[in-house]
C-alpha cells in the first residue's frame, strides 16, 4: 500500500511540473517578454568601448534623452574588450527580451572577416543607426613630427619602433595603421589600448608616438594644443578642424579607400519581439531627432544617419562590403570580398 501511495505522489507531483514547465507566459527566445508592457524596469546599455570614448561620449546623451521618453533608467555600462566583442558576447548571451541593449561601433561587423567571432551584426536588430565620422592622425604636442610625412619617413628609417597606439585587431586604429602601412610602406609597432581615450592619452603622455583618433574625440584636445592634429582622413578638409589638411594632400593614394571611418548604433539580440523592437526604435529616433540630441551631434562632428529596419541593414551591408575591399586591396586580409560571400 505504501509503494502504491509512493507511486502516486510521484506521478502527482510529476504532473504538477509539466503544468508549471507549460505555463511560461512566452516563446523562448524572448524569455516570456511582454511587448504590450514594455518596458517593465530599467534597461541595460552596454557600450562595447571604453568610457570617455568616441563611442562613449556619443551614446550616453541619446540614452540619457530616450530614457526620459521610456520612463525607465537605461544603465549605461562600458564592457570593453577584445575590439568590442566582450560587449558584444554579453549582450548576446542575455535574453532576447529588450532588456539589454548594445551600444556599438562598426566594429561586429568584420568580426567574421577577420576570424575574431563568428557573431556579426546579422545576429542582432538595428534600433538606431545613429552616425558615422571620420578620423584624424594624431601625434603629442610635443611631438617632433609636423606632417604624416614626418611620421612616415621615422618610421621607415627604424621599422617597427615607432609605436602606434591602437585599440585592437579590427578597431579603427588597426584598420588605420594598416592603409597607411599599404599606401607608404611604413610599418609601426601597435600598443593595443581598449579605447579613443586611451589612445589620445597615450600620445598626450609620451607612451605612444602616433594614434588616429575620431575627429569628435580630438576637438577639444586640438583647440586646447595639448596635442597635434597632423591629417584627417578624408579627401577634403574638415571645417570643425581648422588648418588641418586631408591626408591626401600629401598622398593621394589614399583617396581611393575613402570614405573610410567608423559608425554608430543601438542594437538588440536578434530574436526580440518585433513590437519591443518598434518601440525601442520610436524612443531612441524621438530622442535623436530633438533639438538638444542633434546638437550633440554638430558639437562632436558626427554626420548623422537616423537609420532603422532595412535602411540600416543597406547601409551595414554596403559598409562591409566596401571596407573588405579596402582591407583586402590594402593586403591587411587575404581573402577577397567574393570570397567571404559580400558580393
Known sequence: MKKVLSLLLIIMLFCFGLAACGNTGGGSSSGGADASKYPEKNINGIVMWGEGGGTDNLVRP???TADKLMDKNIVVQNKAGSTGLIATQYVYGAAADGYNLLLGAENPALYNILGTSELTYDNFETVLLIGSEDVSIVVGKDSPY????DVVEAAKADQGKLVFAATGKGGSQWQACGLVTAVTGAEFNQLPLDGDADCLSAVMGGQADVTT??????????KAGTVKVLATFTAEPVTELPGVKPITEEYPDFASYFPFGPFYGVFVKEGTPEDIITKLS???TQAYESDE????LKNLNVKPLGMKGEEANKYISDWTLSTAKALHSAGIIDKSPADLGLE
Request: glycine share 0%.
Open 62 to 64: 541619446l540614452c540619457t
Open 146 to 149: 609636423n606632417s604624416v610625412k
Open 213 to 222: 583618433i575620431k575627429s569628435s574625440q580630438v576637438m577639444e584636445a586640438h
Open 282 to 284: 520610436d524612443y531612441f
Open 293 to 296: 540630441y542633434q546638437e550633440v
